[in-house]
């Protein structure tokens, strides 16, 4: 111990000196766009080549240089020798890339980074959107703090990165609010995305959701071939590791360049399928902008079909729609006399059954809640025959003419405008996936849209005069039917949440509207269902609440899970007067094993700790990782506390068994300290500061052991 605090104190004052003896050095790591194999991107990682002790890795001194105070005049010198280097290379005809430079914690908190990045970027001469700012999450919990610093950086103009994507705890939270430009996934994700489907699933959800939230999303730690494959199959944008390189110096890195682009077209998937991976994304991107382009717009769109002689609208959105009053559920599934007056019926219908007979370009004027617009009719048509009507209206109400809009020069105007709406509106019309259908009283399909072939597979045809149960999951028939049958007794409509089968036998989940429709005497007559597939969407927020509410390493329950768990133990408690346990307990001599062994062997021994643990616990007992090797366990309802104590005994002999992790034997134990309700507290974060003092004292008495706290 003494041997290795004189060590310590010597790493310390060398590193005072290492600066002034310009004893650091840069390397870099490529990051390679896994769309084109191009260079895209550096990571600039300092290393320290120690006169005696060679080169030092910075997990080894970054600690110190933090303890030291040392950490921001090397940050400082770490960012500008980036940033100088990078324009270096611009100014040698490099193709402009991004540098990447890690923040640490110290260095964000600082007063005036903001002022200092500007002036770094300003001596060195590089535009600051080739610079790339890496946090952590674990430094961005103070959010009142961070945030406002975040922000004076994006108006700088630099991009901001979230390193370790995944391993904190309020990762979602920190995707909605903060302003960063992409996501790295943390290597312990990507090392076993191809044999574990947990970690596969993990990578998988975090790509969709960063492109959902419109971020890029680089992987690192990406080492094998089947690593790059699985990420460019799902659509991950960039990717570094050591399959590709690892850390360089400057004019190496040069010099590799054209090796580095010949690996992912010689290890990765063809770029025609890369191409047309990517081409379907953004074909399903494309509509979801077009749908939100519609509900933005200013005007309005709405389609509608004709049944049993009766105009049925089937979509309807748009700006327009809510300023006259109206939401597009008062719309779809109704005809035009259920919303509104008279008089605007009788204008409207004609002009519906001239369109509807397949006449192009029906045009008429409109005023309904004081707004004017000018609307468009067009037949879609299919297998020779009209199959749909699709509108596309513009506000006009601002226009001021003498005559009527339709007589005079303004008209053409104002159909110029419409025309520019309509082109912008017709590509989501003509290939919407939602679907519509008509359903008689018993359930059978009187009509199917031209939808269902694109998203069940089986064509329209296959579906009219079938029982649509025969197409519905079992488990949600009797759920449906009951649904439709109060809609009818109440003459409202409702949402439908159902699975549905398409034509390879696998089960969808559908999201529909349902309206009852009933004729001029009231009689019902069928069930208008415009539905769309939701199951992608279904599955995505399962695997993010199970994210946010689960360590990614050992599948337990986080912190924040186990906080739910215990405040809802102690209500119970105090309605039976039963008594609670808290445990906090960590592994002996983690951080060694972990820094001797690996990293793999420090994950799997974590997993193995939490197995170990639960199976001396009882079903209702809930075990936590609070990060690290630091656990927490739940003791609901114990009548006395010796019933802790036998668990804690348990648990402490099961860990005097040799670990066996790959070709490594070894021995480690682990300490725990153990608080009750409501002797040591009443409340969730007390017994859990009672708890980790007892643990501090179980390890301050050797070791290997339990203390219960003496408060």
Same mark, same amino acid.
């Given at each position: 111990?003494?041997?290795?605090?004189?060590?310590?104190?010597?790493?310390?004052?060398?590193?005072?000196?290492?600066?002034?003896?310009?004893?650091?050095?840069?390397?870099?790591?490529?990051?390679?766009?896994?769309?084109?194999?191009?260079?895209?991107?550096?990571?600039?990682?300092?290393?320290?080549?120690?006169?005696?002790?060679?080169?030092?890795?910075?997990?080894?001194?970054?600690?110190?240089?933090?303890?030291?105070?040392?950490?921001?005049?090397?940050?400082?010198?770490?960012?500008?020798?980036?940033?100088?280097?990078?324009?270096?290379?611009?100014?040698?005809?490099?193709?402009?890339?991004?540098?990447?430079?890690? *923040?640490?914690?110290?260095?964000?908190?600082?007063?005036?980074?903001?002022?200092?990045?500007?002036?770094?970027?300003?001596?060195?001469?590089?535009?600051?959107?080739?610079?790339?700012?890496?946090?952590?999450?674990?430094?961005?919990?103070?959010? +009142?703090?961070?945030?406002?610093?975040? !922000?004076?950086?994006?108006?700088?103009?630099?991009?901001?990165?979230?390193?370790?994507?995944?391993?904190?705890?309020?990762?979602?939270?920190?995707?909605?609010?903060?302003?960063?430009?992409?996501?790295?996934?943390?290597?312990?994700?990507?090392?076993?995305?191809?044999?574990?489907?947990?970690? &596969?699933?993990?990578?998988?959800?975090?790509?969709?959701?960063?492109?959902?939230?419109?971020?890029?999303?680089?992987?690192?730690?990406?080492?094998?071939?089947?690593?790059?494959?699985?990420?460019?199959?799902?659509?991950?944008?960039?990717?570094?590791?050591?399959?590709?390189?690892?850390?360089?110096?400057?004019?190496?890195?040069?010099?590799?360049?054209?090796?580095?682009?010949?690996?992912?077209?010689?290890?990765?998937?063809?770029?025609?399928?890369?191409?047309?991976?990517?081409?379907?994304?953004?074909?399903?991107?494309?509509?979801?902008?077009?749908?939100?382009?519609?509900?933005?717009?200013?005007?309005?769109?709405?389609?509608?079909?004709?049944?049993?002689?009766?105009?049925? !609208?089937?979509?309807?959105?748009?700006?327009?729609?809510?300023?006259?009053?109206?939401?597009?559920?008062?719309?779809?599934?109704?005809?035009?006399?259920?919303?509104?007056?008279?008089?605007?019926?009788?204008?409207?219908?004609?002009?519906?059954?001239?369109?509807?007979?397949?006449?192009?370009?029906?045009?008429?004027?409109?005023?309904?809640?004081?707004?004017?617009?000018?609307?468009?009719?067009?037949?879609?048509?299919?297998?020779?025959?009209?199959?749909?009507?699709?509108?596309?209206?513009?506000?006009?109400?601002?226009?001021?003419?003498? &005559?009527?809009?339709?007589?005079?020069?303004?008209?053409?105007?104002?159909?110029?405008?419409?025309?520019?709406?309509?082109?912008?509106?017709?590509?989501?019309?003509?290939?919407?996936?939602?679907?519509?259908?008509?359903?008689?009283?018993?359930?059978?399909?009187?009509? &199917?849209?031209?939808?269902?072939?694109?998203?069940?597979?089986?064509?329209?045809?296959?579906?009219?005069?079938?029982?649509?149960?025969?197409?519905?999951?079992?488990?949600?028939?009797?759920?449906?039917?009951?649904?439709? +049958?109060?809609?009818?007794?109440?003459?409202?409509?409702?949402? *439908?949440?159902?699975?549905?089968?398409?034509?390879?036998?696998?089960?969808?989940?559908?999201?529909?509207?349902?309206?009852?429709?009933?004729?001029?005497?009231?009689?019902?007559?069928?069930?208008?269902?415009?539905?769309?597939?939701?199951?992608?969407?279904?599955?995505?927020?399962?695997?993010?609440?199970?994210?946010?509410?689960?360590?990614?390493?050992?599948?337990?329950?986080?912190?924040?899970?186990?906080?739910?768990? *215990?405040?809802?133990?102690?209500?119970?408690?105090?309605?039976?007067?039963?008594?609670?346990?808290?445990?906090?307990?960590?592994?002996?001599?983690?951080?060694?094993?972990?820094?001797? *062994?690996?990293?793999?062997?420090?994950?799997?021994?974590?997993?193995?700790?939490?197995?170990?643990?639960?199976?001396?616990?009882?079903?209702?007992?809930?075990?936590?990782?609070?990060?690290?090797?630091?656990?927490?366990?739940?003791?609901?309802?114990?009548?006395?506390?010796?019933?802790?104590?036998?668990?804690?005994?348990?648990?402490?002999?099961?860990?005097?068994?040799?670990?066996?992790?790959?070709?490594?034997?070894?021995?480690?134990?682990?300490?725990?300290?153990?608080?009750?309700?409501?002797?040591?507290?009443?409340?969730?974060?007390?017994?859990?500061?009672?708890?980790?003092?007892?643990?501090?004292?179980?390890?301050?008495?050797?070791?290997?052991?339990?203390?219960?706290?003496?408060?």
């Amino acid at each position: 111990m003494n041997v290795y605090k004189l060590n310590e104190d010597k790493l310390k004052e060398e590193l005072r000196h290492a600066l002034d003896r310009d004893e650091f050095c840069l390397l870099y790591q490529p990051k390679l766009n896994l769309k084109t194999g191009r260079l895209c991107g550096v990571e600039a990682l300092i290393r320290w080549e120690h006169p005696e002790r060679g080169i030092i890795s910075p997990l080894d001194f970054i600690p110190a240089a933090e303890e030291t105070g040392m950490i921001l005049p090397i940050g400082e010198w770490v960012l500008r020798t980036a940033c100088e280097q990078n324009k270096a290379w611009q100014e040698e005809g490099l193709s402009p890339m991004i540098m990447a430079v890690n *923040l640490s914690a110290c260095q964000l908190f600082v007063d005036g980074l903001a002022e200092k990045v500007q002036s770094i970027l300003d001596e060195s001469g590089l535009a600051p959107e080739y610079l790339e700012l890496e946090i952590t999450e674990s430094m961005t919990m103070d959010v +009142d703090s961070v945030l406002p610093v975040l !922000h004076k950086l994006k108006q700088i103009g630099v991009r901001i990165s979230m390193d370790d994507f995944g391993t904190g705890f309020s990762s979602l939270y920190h995707l909605k609010e903060f302003p960063i430009d992409s996501i790295k996934i943390d290597r312990s994700f990507v090392r076993n995305c191809t044999n574990d489907s947990k970690d &596969a699933t993990i990578v998988k959800t975090i790509i969709v959701m960063a492109h959902q939230l419109q971020l890029g999303v680089i992987a690192e730690g990406v080492e094998f071939k089947d690593h790059l494959v699985f990420l460019q199959q799902n659509l991950c944008d960039e990717a570094q590791g050591y399959l590709f390189s690892k850390p360089v110096p400057p004019v190496e890195l040069v010099d590799m360049i054209p090796t580095l682009e010949e690996i992912i077209p010689n290890e990765g998937i063809s770029p025609e399928s890369s191409r047309e991976t990517w081409l379907q994304w953004g074909a399903e991107r494309t509509q979801q902008d077009l749908q939100e382009a519609v509900r933005k717009q200013q005007g309005m769109i709405f389609k509608y079909v004709k049944d049993n002689g009766r105009f049925i !609208h089937s979509f309807s959105d748009g700006e327009l729609i809510y300023r006259m009053r109206f939401t597009p559920d008062q719309i779809i599934g109704k005809e035009l006399k259920e919303f509104l007056p008279h008089e605007e019926v009788v204008k409207k219908i004609p002009y519906y059954e001239r369109a509807w007979n397949g006449e192009e370009n029906v045009v008429y004027e409109s005023d309904v809640q004081g707004l004017r617009y000018i609307t468009s009719l067009r037949p879609i048509i299919r297998g020779g025959k009209v199959v749909e009507v699709i509108g596309c209206s513009v506000d006009i109400t601002d226009k001021k003419e003498s &005559a009527s809009l339709l007589d005079n020069l303004n008209r053409r105007n104002a159909e110029e405008a419409l025309r520019q709406s309509e082109a912008r509106y017709r590509l989501i019309a003509e290939n919407m996936t939602d679907l519509l259908c008509i359903i008689d009283w018993d359930g059978y399909f009187k009509y &199917a849209s031209p939808s269902h072939v694109t998203v069940l597979g089986f064509p329209a045809v296959a579906y009219e005069g079938k029982y649509a149960g025969d197409f519905m999951h079992a488990d949600d028939r009797r759920k449906v039917r009951e649904q439709l +049958d109060e809609m009818v007794a109440t003459q409202k409509g409702t949402v *439908l949440k159902f699975r549905f089968k398409n034509i390879r036998g696998d089960w969808l989940w559908l999201e529909g509207k349902a309206n009852p429709i009933f004729d001029e005497m009231g009689v019902f007559n069928h069930f208008l269902v415009v539905s769309r597939d939701i199951t992608e969407r279904l599955e995505l927020e399962e695997k993010l609440t199970y994210m946010a509410y689960h360590d990614t390493l050992t599948g337990l329950p986080n912190r924040r899970l186990f906080k739910e768990k *215990l405040d809802q133990a102690l209500e119970e408690a105090k309605q039976t007067k039963k008594k609670v346990a808290v445990m906090y307990l960590d592994l002996d001599n983690f951080k060694y094993i972990n820094d001797t *062994l690996g990293h793999d062997v420090g994950d799997e021994l974590l997993n193995q700790f939490a197995q170990r643990v639960k199976e001396c616990l009882r079903n209702e007992d809930v075990l936590s990782r609070q990060g690290g090797d630091e656990f927490t366990i739940l003791l609901p309802g114990i009548e006395e506390e010796q019933d802790a104590i036998r668990i804690a005994d348990s648990i402490r002999s099961s860990f005097q068994r040799a670990w066996n992790i790959g070709r490594n034997l070894f021995r480690t134990t682990s300490s725990i300290g153990i608080s009750f309700y409501p002797d040591h507290g009443t409340k969730g974060y007390e017994l859990m500061r009672s708890a980790d003092t007892a643990l501090y004292q179980a390890k301050k008495d050797g070791k290997n052991m339990y203390r219960v706290f003496l408060g």
